[in-house]
């Protein structure tokens, strides 16, 4: 979906809004990350092409420190656009449960 932010600026604004849980999560910084996450976070998404389990694979860290991956039934589109140089930005939406 393109949207203008204001009509007469020519600027366009790509809007993709993908909800995925994060895989494992349990393996990484679980215990020692868990009380310092918010709703709302930024999550920093980085493509790992060379990860010998899934080529599409998109890390997934948090202030610096991976905590996961997004799942490899979901990371096709997201690989493909950050392939492609697209922009691309996550956040935490929800936090389902405690360790």
Do not use: K
């Not at 895989?23 to 999550?43: H, I, K, N, P, S």
């Not at 080529?55 to 589109?77: K, T």
């Amino acid at each position: 979906m393109l949207l203008s932010p204001s009509p007469g600026l020519g600027q366009s604004i790509l809007v993709w809004v993908q909800s995925s849980t994060l895989a494992g999560f349990q393996y990484y910084a679980r215990e020692t990350l868990w009380d310092t996450l918010a709703v709302g976070d930024r999550v920093e998404l980085d493509r790992d092409p060379d990860n010998r389990h899934d080529g599409r694979a998109i890390r997934v860290s948090y202030r610096g420190q991976m905590i996961g991956f997004l799942p490899r039934a979901g990371n096709d589109a997201v690989a493909a656009a950050m392939d492609r140089g697209a922009p691309l930005e996550g956040r935490i939406g929800a936090l389902a449960t405690a360790p």
